[in-house]
């Protein structure tokens, strides 16, 4: 039983894959067709005397819904389970089992981390490819290269906020105050990004490139945001080692 | 020497100089200086908020002093922790725990290691079985399982056995003694009869201070007045009267029932040397004179109240 075998099957027992990918799952597979008959259904449930008038559907609709729905409730899960993994030293007891044994807290948190963010983005990832499916089979198709781009992007999201959870973990010890801290920390960063010319070098720029790409925009719109997402999570989890390590327990 | 038993000169394997710490305004612990000779058991009393689990806190790394120095005498890794309430997560198996522990600290030792500490703990029927719904002396045999498969050097046991019935205590005061000569340990405990029972050297404990530290011989010996129980047939009172006149005589007490006379002495040198001449004075009927016996959890009480 190595580090990465627990947190391995705490995703399985715990079955909070199911969570994730159920989350992204559902979203991939209902965001396209709601994009395909969002007219049919508004005129179905649409009073007489009301007429709601919705342009035909193109591709990208069905990723963007896919991408609304899914990087909000979908990065609420993400928190959620990457915190319940990452919060080690919530209970005093099992903090102890796993610091007395290791001279490294990366040691310790490094599985944490990656269980965390590759199942987060195999989520992601599968949410991603039914959306794309579906938008095919219903609406047209859609650019290859842009869609794995897109992808790729989201993956780096993800493990961003992972990232940023482990840090949070490290400032506070509680999971439910660990999930607020990683939520503000995530909301915070777009707000930042309005400020004139701070916005494309946030990490939150991320989170629409799927949609964004799907519609022509470029992929080198988003290597700033990439850049910072990559090196921040970096020094988030730099920090997370150095903090948890000052800990008491 | 015994074998395992380690060379007379060897250094201790804890030793902590002027130790203190402090928790805001609160002292926890107050110029604590121990040595925990190696090889030996080693048991830390004190009554509830005396610093136990502190010491043990900083001695494991888990918690930093405020001053003061620590010195282990063998690697980190090579010391093992047991708090008093180990929790694992709850969906692992008993088994998976304990091998979880041998891959962290003894990659290298066999698997069937893993089988060897549970069975040492008393838990082979529960291997299998997800943690989740045992009982807390369960959890203790398992935190004790996973403390010794990785061979350990230094063991520091947060009041192992608070949660065992007496036939678990039996059994892990067993594994604790059997571990003497091959590692050290260093348990805390309330229950004073299980430090009596296996421990060479004892620390007490109390608000942060270190009242004592030494041999349980020496602690039982040294640290409080030797009585005796004398039984008078006839003449009580000319014997209290002898007594009472006596410069290494402290205390006369007549409690314990008709005939009975209950003395404290300065020391049991001057006793056994004055005691008969003195009775014999008195030409009073004595039937017994005998010394009352000092357990730990007297000598506690008095070097705690």
């Not at chain 1, 198709?141 to 992007?153: I, K, N, W």
């Not at chain 1, 509680?174 to 400020?195: E, N, R, W, Y």
């Not at chain 2, 080693?42 to 010491?55: E, M, Q, R």
């Not at chain 2, 620590?70 to 980190?76: E, F, M, Q, S, Y």
Request: aromatic share 6%; with cysteine; proline share 6%.
């Amino acid at each position: 039983m190595t580090l990465w075998r627990l947190e391995w099957l705490r995703l399985l027992r715990t079955r909070r894959w199911i969570a994730l990918a159920a989350v992204y799952l559902f979203f991939g597979l209902t965001g396209p067709p709601l994009a395909r008959y969002a007219s049919d259904i508004l005129r179905r449930f649409g009073s007489g005397n009301l007429q709601i008038t919705i342009p035909p559907a193109v591709p990208a609709d069905g990723i963007s819904n896919y991408i609304k729905n899914a990087s909000q409730i979908g990065l609420v899960v993400v928190v959620v389970v990457a915190a319940g993994a990452l919060t080690f030293d919530a209970r005093p007891e099992i903090g102890a089992f796993l610091r007395t044994r290791t001279d490294s807290l990366w040691r310790i948190l490094a599985p944490r981390f990656w269980v965390s963010a590759v199942a987060a983005a195999g989520a992601f990832l599968a949410g991603s490819l039914a959306a794309w499916y579906e938008t095919v089979v219903l609406i047209g198709r859609l650019s290859t290269g842009a869609m794995l781009a897109g992808m790729a992007f989201g993956v780096i999201y993800l493990a961003f906020a992972v990232a940023v959870v482990a840090l949070s973990a490290a400032i506070a010890r509680g999971t439910l105050a660990v999930v607020m801290l990683s939520l503000a920390i995530l909301i915070a960063l777009p707000i930042a990004g309005l400020v004139r010319g701070v916005g494309p070098w946030m990490p939150s720029e991320l989170v629409g490139a799927l949609d964004a790409l799907a519609r022509g925009a470029h992929a080198a719109d988003y290597l700033r945001a990439t850049s910072t997402a990559l090196l921040g999570g970096a020094l988030a989890l730099w920090f997370a080692v150095r903090l948890a390590a000052r800990r008491e327990l | 020497m015994a074998v395992g038993a380690p060379p007379p000169e060897s250094p201790p394997t804890v030793r902590t100089a002027s130790l203190r710490k402090e928790y805001g305004s609160h002292v926890a612990l107050d110029d604590v200086g121990i040595e925990v000779p190696r090889g030996t058991v080693y048991g830390l009393v004190g009554p509830n908020g005396a610093g136990k689990t502190t010491l043990l806190g900083i001695l494991s790394g888990l918690r930093r002093p405020t001053a003061g120095t620590v010195d282990l005498a063998v690697p980190r890794r090579k010391v093992a922790v047991l708090p008093d309430t180990p929790r694992f997560d709850p969906w692992l198996t008993a088994r998976e725990v304990v091998d979880l522990a041998r891959t962290m600290v003894a990659p290298d030792a066999p698997a069937d290691r893993v089988d060897g500490a549970i069975r040492a703990a008393g838990l082979e029927d529960a291997a299998g079985r997800r943690v989740g719904g045992f009982s807390r002396g369960m959890l203790q045999r398992l935190g004790l399982a996973a403390t010794i498969v990785g061979d350990p050097e230094l063991l520091l046991l947060d009041e192992p056995a608070s949660a065992l019935d007496p036939a678990g205590r039996r059994d892990v005061l067993d594994l604790i003694a059997r571990l003497r000569g091959t590692s050290t340990v260093l348990f805390s405990s309330h229950i004073l009869a299980d430090v009596e029972r296996v421990c060479d050297t004892v620390g007490v404990l109390r608000a942060g201070r270190l009242l004592y530290q030494g041999t349980m011989t020496g602690l039982l010996s040294g640290t409080v007045a030797p009585e005796y129980r004398i039984h008078v047939r006839d003449g009580v009172e000319q014997v209290v009267a002898a007594l009472r006149a006596q410069p290494w005589v402290r205390s006369v007490a007549q409690n314990d029932g008709p005939g009975v006379v209950r003395i404290g002495v300065a020391s049991a040198d001057d006793a056994e040397r004055a005691m008969i001449p003195v009775l014999a004075g008195t030409g009073a009927r004595i039937a017994s004179v005998e010394p009352e016996a000092i357990d730990l959890e007297r000598v506690f009480l008095e070097l705690t109240s």
